[in-house]
């Protein structure tokens, strides 16, 4: 259990990294830019992990 609630605190940490990469990354090139697309496709990996991992400790 706290192996998982460790995990969830760090992937907390990791969505808003990446998340702020891509706003950085779509502000000085565009949304259709090809960085921010595999920044964004990051974070929606990232954020599914988050919930099956909080999911699974409820």
Sequence with gaps: MVRVLLSIHLLKK???????????????????????IETSKKLDKLINTYYKLSTKSS
């Design 14 to 36: 990791d969505i808003e990294d990446c998340r702020e990469e891509m706003v950085r990354l779509a502000l000085i090139t565009s949304l259709s830019d090809q960085r921010v």
